[in-house]
């Protein structure tokens, strides 16, 4: 497949769920442009992933959560021939929204939401000029559970959840592969760099990082596009999607509900 020979981009390689798509990536021969801020950890990845691998791997430090760092990984995104692009990078924790300021809000939404928008959308504009190409986009189940302490985390997982699902609505019948994946509680520094504690979730709910990606790649390479590792039974979500649908549908009557009615 073409895929296999294309550049992959990782966004939020330096740790966590990216540091083990890139080395997933690698171990396919994908030759990779890994981003993040913290440069140390990047160098550190790239020496273990061309060692190991003998692929090409380019280090990119970027704050996503700077509009100027996004374009220019959109030009690199542009002028390179990617093939793939895993959308990761993200952040949380911030805490109630009465205490936090309005600008750290907007730091999250532009890495969370506005830099995975504009990377998909730079992305998808070459697969199409190639006719090939892979998007993933890492969601979580926070998509689904609103929450005091993560009002815009939550909210801006929920935006991944629907424009990607929208996005392979866009596509489908393309040969233009978008998958979603969506992680439960994984254990990462997802947390600690955020001065939350992992106790937040009981600590049986967990995977390791390993486990999340081999199981999304596992799903991807069997053509799903919408892969839950941790969901021991997919019923649950074929269901909460039928009763979307239908919740949708209920919502087109055309009629005030008679209990609104005086
Ligand atoms: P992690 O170990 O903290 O990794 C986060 C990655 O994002 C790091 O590489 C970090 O690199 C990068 N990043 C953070 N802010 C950035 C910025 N402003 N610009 C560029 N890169 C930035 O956490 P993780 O668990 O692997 O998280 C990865 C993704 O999984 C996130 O989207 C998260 O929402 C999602 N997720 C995680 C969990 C979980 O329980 N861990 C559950 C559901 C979904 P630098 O700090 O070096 O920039």
């Known amino acids: 497949m073409g895929e296999e020979q294309g550049l992959a981009v990782v966004t939020g390689a330096s740790s966590g769920i990216g540091a083990v798509y890139a080395e997933r990536l690698a171990a396919r021969g994908h030759p990779l442009l890994l981003v993040a801020r913290r440069s140390d950890r990047l160098a550190g990845t790239k020496d273990r992933l061309v060692s190991n691998y003998r692929v090409e791997v380019t280090t990119l430090v970027a704050d996503l959560e700077q509009p100027s760092d996004v374009s220019g990984l959109e030009a690199r995104i542009a002028a390179d021939d990617v093939t793939f692009l895993v959308n990761n990078a993200g952040a949380g924790g911030l805490g109630r929204t009465g205490d936090i300021t309005a600008d750290q809000l907007q730091r999250m ?37 609103a929450a005091a302490s993560a ?31 969506m992680p439960g509680p994984i254990r990462t520094e997802f947390f600690s760099s955020q001065g939350l504690g992992e106790s937040i979730f009981p600590p049986e709910s967990y995977l390791a990082p390993e486990e999340l990606v081999d199981a999304a790649l596992a799903g991807l390479d069997a053509g799903e596009s919408v892969t839950i590792p941790s969901m021991l039974d997919e019923q649950a979500w074929t269901a909460l999607e039928a009763a979307r649908t239908e919740f949708v549908k209920a919502m087109m009557s055309g009629k005030v509900a008679v209990r609104y009615q005086s």
């Open 109 to 145: 939404i532009q890495l969370n939401i506005t830099a995975l928008t504009r990377l998909s959308h730079a992305a998808l504009a070459g697969f199409r000029k190639r006719e090939a190409g892979i998007l993933v986009n890492i969601g979580s189940m926070m998509a689904h559970a």
């Open 151 to 181: 009002a815009a985390y939550s909210g801006s997982k929920s935006y991944v959840l629907n424009f990607t699902r929208s996005l392979q609505l866009e596509y489908a019948g393309s040969p233009i592969r978008i998958q979603l994946v």
